[in-house]
């Protein structure tokens, strides 16, 4: 196996777990594909190596995004 480039992901809400109370999303595989096509368009290439990328998605993102715990 090579190495690659890895990608780092910030998102704007908490963990499901958080105990204090703020709006939480739940990480799930729509997500997780929707944020690796976007990082590809942006032109992160997983396969060469090199630094981490980081990837910030804002409140403002679309609702692809954002799928609400419950």
Request: without cysteine.
């Amino acid at each position: 196996m090579r190495p690659g480039s890895v990608l780092l992901v910030s998102l704007p809400w908490a963990r499901p777990d958080n105990w204090v109370g703020a709006r939480a999303v739940t990480v799930r595989p729509g997500l997780v594909a929707s944020v690796i096509r976007r990082a590809l368009d942006e032109g992160w290439t997983p396969d060469a190596a090199g630094s981490t990328v980081s990837l910030a998605i804002t409140e403002n993102e679309p609702a692809e995004y954002a799928a609400p715990f419950r």
